[in-house]
């Protein structure tokens, strides 16, 4: 893909206060799209404005992506303020760990209402300026949400939610010109996967089970999702696309020879 082949393009990106999101919106960025970075921590989307690349544009927005009223007003405000939405990247999230026995309603309904209730609201109030542009959504999932972990019960239901959900919106919006796709990363080196990343034995275990022997940088998840936004994928739709250096290629059976 060509520098700038997102130029006049408007992206908005959930959770782009680090992590994937933050990489993903300067990926954009150098691809010359105007994008819009959205979190609900002030502080954090600085950091992702204060990165951008020269000359690119990165707006920040704070909101909350399980407040259906907020989500309203944000996506009518970026229409109003930039004139069009072209592409969605619906990367919030947040995790919780436990088995349902062990997970209260409280940590459920929390992970839940923003990954899959995000999903949803971000993508109901976007589709109408995407249909006007012939836009597209690239929804961030999970192996997580491929298969299930043990103790990770919420988090793996609500990525579960994106799976499906994403299968509807690429049935039903695929005829009005609107592709929906989702990436699907492993383990990557970001700052929520840090307790896992500093745990030397469970670092061990993923580099065993990881086929390429690391996590996924930010930034390569981030390539991925540009290209399915992108004009070569333009006929690239209902999409799950592991980035998980080969972690769902095995048959899950343990290394043998």
């Given amino acids: ?13 959930t959770g782009a206060g680090s992590g ?24 954090k989307l600085r950091k992702t404005v204060a ?31 930039h004139g069009r939405l072209d592409v969605l990247v619906n990367n919030a999230a947040v995790a919780t760990a436990g088995t349902v026995e062990h997970t209260d309603t409280a ?13 949803f609201y971000m993508s109901r109030a976007a589709l109408p300026h995407l249909r006007a542009v012939g836009g597209n959504i690239v929804n961030v999932g999970s192996a997580s949400g491929l298969g299930g972990d043990w103790g990770l019960a919420a988090y793996n239901a609500a990525k579960g939610a994106v799976v499906n959900l994403t299968n509807a919106m690429a049935l039903d919006h695929g005829a ?20 896992i990343l500093e745990n030397e034995s469970t670092l061990a275990a993923f580099q065993q089970r990881i086929p390429m022997q690391r996590p996924a940088e930010p930034q390569e998840v ?7 936004a992108g004009h070569d994928a333009r006929f690239v739709n209902g999409v799950h696309l592991p980035v998980d250096g080969g972690l769902r290629a095995s048959s899950g059976q343990p290394r043998m020879f």
Avoid: C, Y
């Fill in 1 to 13: 893909m060509s520098a700038q082949s997102f130029a006049g393009k408007v992206v908005l990106i």
């Fill in 20 to 43: 994937i999101g933050a990489a993903t919106a300067d990926r954009f960025a150098r691809d010359g799209a105007t994008v819009i970075a959205v979190g609900r921590t002030e502080e």
């Fill in 51 to 81: 990165a951008a690349p020269a000359g690119s544009t990165i707006v920040a927005r704070v909101a909350d992506v399980s407040d259906e009223a907020a989500v309203t007003a944000l996506i009518e405000g970026v229409v109003s303020d």
């Fill in 107 to 119: 940590s459920w309904r929390q992970v839940m209402n923003v990954v899959a209730d995000g999903v």
């Fill in 176 to 195: 009005e010109g609107v592709r929906v796709n989702a990436v699907h990363p492993s383990l990557t080196a970001t700052e929520v996967a840090a307790p």
């Fill in 222 to 228: 981030a390539d991925v999702i540009a290209f399915l």
